[in-house]
């Protein structure tokens, strides 16, 4: 083992040889040899390794292995040392850089903040150095690394990936290597591997948004039979087709996730266990294919399983439905599904009319279940808007209301899609806004407020507005309107009319007059106005 007095007589031999430097191997290997040494020898030995690094591409195994040695020393700061040479190594040797890349990924598992620090800053250099090579690096622990390594290596990348310019080529590069890692990482992992793609210019088109889609739906295992008692089956189908939504659009469809909710996971929702948490696993995977709906066009043999899976989600009626009418108890039922259902039906069967025209009996029976259903629903909806009537903002803020409110909401949406079906044929022009989005679209100055033609019920107690007082004193007789009216004394206000020379005021008389056509809304028996 070398001792100090040696490795400064080695470095002395190395500067003063000239042009017979590359010549000079075994001494540069004896030299990286003093890693396994004590302290101050390690010291010298990480300091020389880099400075004669570039000299002795023969010795370029033995001289790494010496400075990844260093690199895991029991001593920090001779780690520490160690860490800061090596972008010096990528420069002189730019073959070595996915290597370095990769080993300085895996010691972002060290609990020395410090540490880490010089970590980063390392990596920052290799990026610097070779943009490609340095994501190469870094991937490959992303693929085959422990959790932590994974997790801090992703965190690094994004919000490095923020700050750098990335050219075309290592766009591409870049989402290839995210499609090949996806498969080898967890869901947390997997959230932010997509987003990171998500977030690179090329993905902005409707082809690179498209790209998305094909992303997820791989990560989904469509091609794999559902298992609906298999928690972790069920996850990864909520979890993947909720990061999916955002890239839909008129132009980006999801068909073939749509089709396999359509036909593997509805025949069997009765079979996913539900949960007693702010989530309900079948909640969430029917507001899912009620989103994708939107944007997707079915088989037209895809919808039969989802009717009968609305017929199981609804109540049965009784045998007498007149006379069960008479009764006090109102039918039972779970309205967040019957509203998903409803709505995703409604957007499938629009696209297959015949598909209830074609069959009376079929189409006869789902009006006497919708029937039913909406005794239940009006019954509901009379009660909540008492509930929430006369109730300022404040009030409406508190969670009881605002779950009320949401109640209303969802059972306001299934009666409006109800009155479509009572049409004969049946028609599909109701457009509603599930319960669960919620969208603020801000107007633009000037601009009235839309209305979405739907009532939910909720109206806040109105404040009195301000009486005007009218100016008084000794000039208050001779103010006149400057809008084409004249202010009177009195309180009142004009503001038409045209003001004569001789002093009076002659105004057009109102030519409204109340309308005399009906409303045009089609009742359905039972229909509570």
């Known amino acids: 083992m070398p001792t100090v007095e040696e490795l400064y007589s080695f470095a002395e031999e190395l500067i003063g040889s000239g042009e017979d430097l590359a010549s000079k191997e075994e001494t540069y290997i004896r030299i990286t040899q003093a890693s396994k040494g004590s302290h101050q020898e390690k010291k010298l030995a990480g300091q020389f ?22 690199c895991e020393d029991d001593d920090p700061d001779i780690r520490r040392q160690a860490i800061r040479g090596l972008p010096q190594m990528c420069r002189d040797n730019i073959a070595v850089l996915p290597r370095i890349a990769d080993v300085l990924a895996q010691l972002l598992q060290s609990e020395d903040a410090a540490e880490i620090g010089v ?3 390392a990596l920052t250099h290799l990026f610097k150095i070779d943009l490609k090579g340095t994501l190469s690096g870094i991937f490959d622990q992303l693929a085959s690394g422990d959790e932590l390594v994974k997790e801090r290596a992703l965190a690094f990348l994004q919000e490095k990936l923020k700050t750098i310019t990335i050219g075309k ?8 290597r995210i499609k090949e890692t996806v498969k080898f990482v967890g869901g947390e992992e997997f959230l932010g591997l997509v987003k990171m793609m998500a ?14 889609i094909e992303l997820i739906e791989e990560q989904a295992g469509l091609n794999e039979e559902f298992n609906p008692k298999d928690e972790e089956s069920v996850n990864r189908v909520i979890l993947c087709g909720k990061e999916l939504l955002p890239y839909l659009s008129k132009n980006v469809h999801c068909e073939k996730f749509f089709n396999y909710l359509c036909s593997r996971v509805v025949p069997t929702l009765s079979l996913i266990q539900s949960t007693d948490g702010e989530t309900n696993s079948r909640d969430e995977v029917v507001k899912l294919l009620a989103d994708m709906s939107t944007h997707s066009v079915a088989d037209s043999s895809l919808v039969e399983p989802l009717f009968q899976c609305l017929l199981d989600v609804m109540p049965t009626p009784p045998d007498d439905l007149e006379a069960a009418s008479k009764g006090l108890e109102e039918p039972k039922q779970e309205f967040s599904l019957v509203e998903s259902l409803l709505f995703t039906f409604h957007q499938l069967v629009a696209n297959s009319p015949t598909f209830l025209i074609d069959s009376p009996d079929k189409l006869s029976d789902f009006r006497v279940r919708l029937h039913y259903c909406a005794r239940g629903v009006q019954v509901y909806i009379r009660q909540l808007r008492t509930a929430l009537s006369n109730k300022d903002a404040l009030e409406l803020k508190k969670p009881e209301n605002k779950l009320k409110a949401i109640a209303l909401k969802v059972t306001t949406n299934i009666n409006s899609l ?3 079906f009572f049409h004969n044929p049946p028609v599909y022009k109701t457009q509603i806004s599930p319960s669960w989005r919620s969208v603020v679209k801000l107007n633009k100055p000037g601009e009235k407020r839309l209305s979405t033609g739907e009532d939910d019920g909720v109206v806040a107690k109105k404040v009195p507005a301000p009486v005007y007082a009218p100016p008084t004193g000794r000039y208050s007789n001779s103010i006149t309107g400057r809008l084409g009216g004249a202010v009177r004394t009195s309180g009142t206000v004009r503001t038409t009319g045209t003001v004569r020379t001789d002093g009076t005021v002659r105004t057009a008389a109102s030519t409204n007059k109340p309308s005399s056509k009906g409303t045009g809304n089609i009742k359905y028996p039972g229909q509570i106005v």
Do not use: N, W, Y
């Open 49 to 70: 390794i880099i400075r004669f690094f570039k000299h002795f591409p023969g010795a370029v195994e033995t001289a790494i292995d010496a400075q990844l040695d260093l």
């Open 119 to 121: 970590v980063h800053t």
């Open 169 to 176: 080529e290592v766009q591409t590069f870049l989402a290839t």
């Open 199 to 212: 977030s690179l210019p090329s993905m902005q088109t409707v082809s690179g948004r498209q790209e998305m």
């Open 418 to 420: 109800i009155r479509d």
